[in-house]
């Protein structure tokens, strides 16, 4: 079998999750760290399709939960676009770079924040020691992210105590100096408003 079909063989295995594929390829001399056309890892298409037992063995033989693609996706980072919170786990022992950035310069906090995935963000503060008021280039932080682009209801308002309790600044305001209570009160938003309040000392 040639190096390149070597890589294949791991790339199709990783991205169905097949754990056993996964193991054999490796075992046959698949480089842990090959490579798609878009650049993607084994591990990283493992993560995007949630298939923890493949990125199990992945990580186990050494993967990068770090490598990046095209589109700067990492296994890591991806897991903030999913919210699984057992992939992170899988994913933790492999040491990521918790300032890891996405192309929007976000962190896995912040997307996470953004899409309503309470479990995950809850893990993630719990378990890891990620920067709660990381700016992403567009001058958003998970808070601003949750309020901007969330949709006011039960779970980005469970997100925003997370954040808050988790030592978030209530107060940092986006590139245009608009706060998050300001935001919250544009969007109509009066639980989310009433936490910030809550948060500024009723400010």
Do not use: C, K
């Not at 890892?41 to 199990?56: E, F, I, K, Q, W």
């Not at 899409?115 to 958003?140: F, K, P, S």
């Not at 209570?181 to 009433?194: M, N, P, Q, V, Y």
């Amino acid at each position: 079998m040639t190096t390149n079909e070597l890589h294949l063989r791991l790339l199709d295995a990783a991205r169905h999750g097949d754990p056993d594929a996964v193991r054999a390829a490796l075992a046959d001399g698949a480089p842990v760290e090959a490579r798609d056309e878009e650049l993607r890892s084994p591990l990283l298409l493992a993560a995007l399709g949630d298939h923890v037992d493949a990125a199990r063995v992945l990580v186990d033989a050494g993967a990068d939960a770090d490598a990046q693609d095209r589109r700067q996706d990492s296994a890591w980072l991806v897991t903030g676009v999913t919210g699984s919170v057992a992939m992170m786990r899988v994913l933790l022992p492999a040491g990521p770079d918790l300032t890891l950035r996405n192309r929007f310069g976000g962190v896995a906090l912040i997307p996470a924040s953004e899409r309503g995935h309470v479990e995950y963000v809850r893990a993630l503060l719990r378990e890891t020691a990620i920067d709660v008021d990381h700016v992403n280039d567009l001058g958003w932080t998970a808070l601003l992210e949750a309020v901007i682009l969330g949709d006011g209801g039960r779970a980005h308002a469970e997100i925003v105590e997370l954040l808050l309790a988790a030592g978030a600044t209530p107060t940092f305001p986006d590139a245009d100096g608009v706060t998050p209570l300001a935001h919250a009160e544009r969007r109509g938003f009066t639980g989310i408003a009433a936490l910030l309040r809550a948060a500024t000392g009723g400010a």
